[in-house]
């Protein structure tokens, strides 16, 4: 039974550029969230989706920020025109409904 | 707005030590849950707990929660190289409606020296 997965693990980008994180939750599993942590922080909520309805983007920044999670296929974290304060490391979490979430290992992204 | 207080930042420990870090908060929390993160890994659940001074252990690890529901334990015993990581307490934000809208410390990195 495989866990959460995070794709790409690592993702580099310049300045401007788009980034996509990818993100397949658990078997079962409906409800995803994900969550930002900046270095030497903890994870911060950005937003709860559950297939195709965005249920709560309290913690997504304004701008430049979206997320989606599609009747098939991955939930997606878009961030469009990067800066150098996006780099974080990105996590993913599922779960069956309401319960306890079970974590990916994350996309580290760094913005040159 | 609701934050969850962990100190010290870091712990340098002897391997076979027992070591106990604390997760303290103004608000008052139903849920508090003690998570581990390896380097490069996400957070890992190690113990969840429901009730207001429930003591909860999971093989060396044993956490409670605070009878004012304002703090959490963590307790490692007979520590071994391995549990070296970052300690998280987090808990389900108040009148979010859902337990996995989750408000995290800021962690507890732990050393463990051979």
């Known amino acids: 039974n495989a866990g959460v997965m995070q794709n790409p693990r690592h993702l580099v980008r310049r300045r401007g550029q788009e980034a996509r994180l990818r993100c397949s939750p658990m078997k079962g599993h409906s409800h995803v969230y994900w969550y930002r942590q900046l270095p030497e922080e903890g994870l911060k909520f950005m937003v709860y989706?559950?297939?195709?309805?965005?249920?709560?983007e309290s913690g997504m920044p304004k701008e430049r920020f979206s997320a989606e999670f599609p009747k098939e296929g991955p939930s997606i974290l878009r961030i469009q025109q990067v800066v150098r304060g996006d780099s974080a490391a990105y996590f993913c979490?599922?779960?069956?409904?309401?319960?306890?979430?079970?974590f990916g290992p994350g996309t580290r992204l760094l913005v040159l | 707005g609701q934050q969850l207080n962990q100190s010290p930042q870091s712990m340098f420990i002897q391997e076979g030590e027992d070591v106990s870090m604390n997760c303290t908060s103004s608000s008052i929390f139903n849920t508090w849950l003690w998570y581990k993160q390896d380097p490069g890994e996400g957070p890992v659940l190690l113990i969840a707990l429901y009730k207001a001074g429930e003591l909860t252990s999971n093989g060396r690890l044993t956490a409670q929660f605070g009878i004012t529901r304002k703090d959490s334990f963590l307790n490692i015993s007979a520590s071994i190289p391995s549990d070296v990581g970052i300690y998280f307490c987090a808990g389900p934000l108040i009148g979010s409606g859902a337990n996995s809208k989750l408000t995290f410390g800021k962690g507890i990195t732990l050393s463990v020296r051979p």
């Open positions: 989706l559950q297939k195709e309805n965005i249920i709560d």
């Open positions: 979490a599922s779960s069956p409904g309401g319960g306890q979430p079970y």
